[in-house]
């Protein structure tokens, strides 16, 4: 419609713009850094530590009253062989989990 041309020109870019896009870049690198997967492998790794500690427990408390238990029904020397063996079960599970905790990570 005007043939005039524009009294102004285009805008160059703004020091604070190419400020602020360096800014957010970094920012945006930094929480990729924060934000990586391994930081997941460590909690999964301690998650199957403690999944670890809880079977041996339970398995050494069950296993010695299972054992107890077959002790006393074919030797009839009820409740003696179930007590005994009980606390063999969890002295063997303590045992394993003393060994599990002083285990050097890799």
Known sequence: MNDEPEARGPVGEDARIRALDERLDALRKREEVRNKPTAGAETDE?????????????????????????????????????????FFGIFVAFRNIIRISNRRPD
């Open 46 to 86: 301690n998650y199957r530590m403690g999944n670890r500690v809880l079977s041996e427990l339970l398995g050494g408390l069950a296993g010695g009253l299972f054992l107890g238990w077959l002790i006393d029904h074919f030797a009839g020397t009820s409740p003696w062989g179930l007590l005994v063996m009980m």
